[in-house]
C-alpha cells in the first residue's frame, strides 16, 4: 500500500511540474509580440501597470519610431515591413544585451517601440540610445534589390512609481514630435 502512495504522489509532482511549464509557456506566449519577440501591449498593461495604470516601479522609458515605416509600407507588402521589424528589434535587443543593459522591450504599436531602462542615470540611458541609433544606421535592411537604412527617431523619460502611464507616453511623443520635426 506504501509503494502505490508514493507511485501516485510522484505522478502527482511530475504532473503539476508538467502543468507549470506548460503555464510558464502559455504565459510568455500571451505576452509576446508575433513578429519581433519582444513584449507586446498586453504585457505593459498586465505586468508593467498596476490598476489604475500607474508604473509599478521607476527606471526610464524610451520611445522609439522606425523612420519612414508608413512609406516602406505602403510601397511593399506587410511581409518586408514584418522583416524590419524583426531585424530592428533583433539589433536593439542583441545591442542591449551586448552591453549587459537592464531593460524591457514592448512593441507598443506598429512602428514604435518602448524600452524600459533600468540602473542606469539619463545620461547613460542617452547615450546608450545614440550609440545604438548610430549603430543601426550603418546597418542596411535588403529587400531583393531595394536597401533600408535602418534609421530610427527617439526620445527618453524618467517615469516613477504610481506615475501614470499615459502621462509619460503623452510627454514622449511630445519630444518625439519635436526630435522628427
Known amino acids: 500500500m506504501h509503494n502505490e502512495n508514493e507511485i ?5 509532482r511530475i504532473n503539476l511540474n508538467e502543468l507549470k511549464t506548460d503555464m510558464d509557456i ?30 509599478n516601479d521607476f527606471g526610464f522609458m524610451v520611445s522609439i519610431k522606425i523612420s519612414n515605416y508608413e512609406g516602406i509600407t505602403k510601397e511593399y507588402e506587410s511581409n518586408v515591413t514584418n522583416k524590419l521589424l524583426k ?33 542606469l542615470n539619463e545620461e ?8 545604438m541609433q548610430n549603430g543601426m544606421s550603418n546597418y542596411k535592411f535588403k529587400h531583393r534589390s531595394k536597401m533600408f ?26 519630444k518625439l514630435f519635436d526630435t522628427k520635426v
Open 149 to 174: 537604412n535602418l534609421i530610427f527617431y527617439s526620445a527618453v523619460m524618467q517615469y516613477i512609481k504610481n506615475e501614470s502611464f499615459s502621462s509619460v507616453l503623452d510627454q514622449l511623443d511630445e
Open 26 to 55: 502559455l504565459r510568455k506566449q500571451l505576452y509576446t509580440d508575433d513578429i519581433t519577440e519582444s513584449k507586446n501591449r498586453l504585457w505593459v498593461f498586465k505586468q508593467k501597470l498596476n490598476n489604475t495604470e500607474t508604473f
Open 124 to 131: 547613460e540611458v542617452e547615450e546608450h540610445i545614440i550609440n
Open 8 to 12: 501516485i504522489d510522484n505522478e502527482c
Open 87 to 119: 531585424q530592428v528589434s533583433n539589433y536593439m535587443m542583441h545591442y542591449m544585451k551586448d552591453n549587459h543593459l537592464n531593460y524591457e522591450m514592448v512593441r507598443y504599436m506598429e512602428d514604435n517601440f518602448l524600452i524600459f531602462m533600468y540602473g
